[in-house]
């Protein structure tokens, strides 16, 4: 097989299953790929004549049978220079990867993409996700077109319309009074009693392995030459680990020379758990209280694995930083009139390289891509769309009351 699980703490490696889990130790298990073997069949070359979307790398995604992929045209987002770059970094260059392009308005469209694909070659039919709120209207459009029923948990102040964009493709829709990780137990006690794939961050080896081809699209964008820098918002990480597994794979392919990239995380003060771990001699530990940053991607108090991201980080000469709620909205009005519309979480990556200017992590000739990864009109409160009051939705669960799961 073209490709196996690899444990990315102790290294064993086992045979590909789509519940991957943990390893016995504890860590994480990842795709690998023989890559011996494709490095036969995949060019440069070839890559010119192959489609515009992220499946034209498909000989690193973990799918046997093309016929299994579910695609509605997810990736090859363009990469633009921003034309402030003279102002902010006059010796260097800043790019912005225009992610809200996707299908679904958000970088998520392509886990979900590589995910759903892995579920429909596994013959699954029931999917559920806990969310910020952009995972799982990915999830509902993916589910959608796939014709799989999907179930998804988001907490009570997501943003109202990416909530109704999950009724309006078709999922079952939750809100709970909680947090993601609160969202997550109601999944997690779903799989047994009501039967459903978890897609939940790195509880199955699809989404890491989708969002890997944000780092493969980067480099081939940039004609194999890779950025000094990538700022990326974070909460759970798989951006982070996946890009970072693109460069690794690339590197050992032979398609990219030197130094990789120094990934940075960003995430917005009130819920910086990665920020704090750096800061804490890499030790990271759940922000269990005070959670209080406003609700976006980046909020995710409890990654899966937090030391990963935090280990990646750090193997890369990264850092992480966090950013106030006013620099964010500065931040957006800056990549607005850059005809950039940007959420939150991608207005927070330009935050974050003001931050590193400040503190000289970024060199004044430095090569940085900035993530803009989902749009702005996402991001509408309820009032604006003209949606009822949270409270009379169709569907309500209480992580205090799991017994109301059944539906
Ligand atoms: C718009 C946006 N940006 C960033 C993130 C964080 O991504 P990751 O889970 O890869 O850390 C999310 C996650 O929900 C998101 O929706």
Redesign the pocket.
Known sequence: MRFLLACRSCGKQMPFAIKAGSCKCGGTLLVAYDLERIRRTLTKEKLKNLPATMWRYNELLPIENEESIISLGEGWTPLVPLNMTKEILPGGKIWVKREEQNPTG???SRGFSAALSIANEYGIRKVAVN?????ASALAAYAGYAGMEAYVFLPLDCPGLIVKECMDYGARTFLVDGLIHDAGRIVKEGEQEQGWYNVG?LKEPGRVEG?KTMGLEIAEQLQWKLPDVII?????????IGMWNAFLQLKELGFVEGDLPRMVSVQEQGCQPLVDAVRNNAQFKPQCHHVYSSP???R?PD?PDGQLVVSVLLESGGTAVSVTGTEIQQAQKILGKQGISS?P??AAALAGLFRLIERNFIRSTDEVVL?N??HSLKYLPWDCIGLPIVKTYRHWVSVSSPSELSV
């Not at 990326?232 to 982070?240: A, K, L, M, Q, R």
């Open positions: 958000s970088f998520k969310s910020n709120g952009n995972a961050t969002k990326y918002p974070t909460g759970g990480g798989s951006g982070i976006t991607g980046m995710v990654p959420s979480e991608g993530f990864t989902s």
